[in-house]
């Protein structure tokens, strides 16, 4: 379990929270401290937090509250290792459908923007959650899906767990067909992260980006969603709208698969769940 580290006096101060009392908050908010009505919160990837903290600053999306990023007061988005930003209200809630419509919502204004550079980046030993994480990713998508883990030494010691979902993978890389819709910014980790306070907007904290199809991101939650968070199958059939969605619940299908084989903290509680969508997620193929 990590350590809960309140945020250095220097960061406070450089952010205006130094005489603020500190509340420490739930994995939601990534370890994060709330002050009043600022959180701060430590980053993974410098990078990352700063891209996310400049698009969440300007972006506007209908019927969505967005943690606003708070710049120190020399105008940075990271000090030290931690990032600033405007406390909203909230909880995740199982009110799935409506997690899948703020993924549509919110896509087509990303749908413009840059791919980030540092989503075209190697990975490198030693890896961290996000090179694990780009890595599974690949793996949704490369015609050989294992390759990539094998290239960078991440299949030398499995589990028999996750040698069970390396086997899942393969298996379903033959269902695979080419898809046409674009790739663009997406949100890749809605499921668990978006925000409900009543009858108010859902809101959204962070932005994980992946660089894959619109529809992608929605079939992650709908994977997520079916795999562990108890929702009904029918989720699936609902948001069948959505353009290639078979292929796209596919790829978001082998996408966790392989986060489950290569994660280093992953625990057998979680093919079962997956392995249960991914029967459903043939039929529809």
């Known amino acids: 379990m990590s350590l809960v580290v309140e945020p250095p006096a220097h960061v406070r101060s450089t952010f205006g929270l130094r005489e603020s009392v ?15 009505d600022v959180v701060l919160a430590p980053v993974a990837d410098n990078a990352r937090a ?9 972006l ?15 105008g940075r988005y990271v000090v030290s290792g931690w ?27 990303t749908a413009t923007l840059e791919r980030p550079r540092f989503l075209a980046q190697s990975v490198t030993a030693p890896y961290s959650d ?38 899942l993978i393969s298996q379903l890389a033959g269902l695979r067909r080419p898809v046409h819709t674009p790739d663009q910014v997406v949100h890749g980790d809605l499921f668990s992260t978006v925000l ?13 980006p992946y660089w894959r199809p619109a529809p992608w991101a929605a079939a992650v939650v709908v994977v997520d969603a079916i795999s562990w968070g108890g929702a009904d199958a029918g989720l699936i059939s609902r948001w069948s709208v959505l353009p290639e969605w078979p292929q796209m619940l596919l790829r978001a299908l082998m996408f966790r698969l392989a986060v489950h084989a290569l994660h280093k903290r ?13 029967e459903l997620v043939r039929t529809v193929l």
């Open 60 to 74: 506007d999306v209908d019927g969505v509250r967005l943690a606003r990023p708070v710049r120190s007061s020399d």
């Open 83 to 109: 990032h600033a930003e405007s406390f909203i209200t909230g909880t995740p809630e199982p009110r799935y459908d409506e997690v899948v419509s703020v993924a549509v919502r919110l896509h087509a204004k």
């Open 22 to 36: 500190g509340v420490a908050l739930d994995g939601t908010w990534d370890r994060g401290w709330r002050y009043d």
């Open 130 to 167: 996000v090179d694990v994480f780009t890595v599974a990713d690949q793996s949704a998508w490369a015609d050989d899906p294992l390759q990539a883990a094998r290239g960078h030494g991440m299949l030398e010691s499995v589990t028999e767990d996750s040698a069970r979902s390396m086997a």
């Open 196 to 208: 409900f306070a009543g009858a108010a907007a859902p809101g959204i904290v962070d932005f994980t």
């Open 266 to 278: 992953s625990t057998p509680g979680v093919l079962p769940g997956l392995a249960y969508t991914a």
């Open 50 to 58: 700063a891209w996310s903290a400049k698009i969440r600053e300007s």
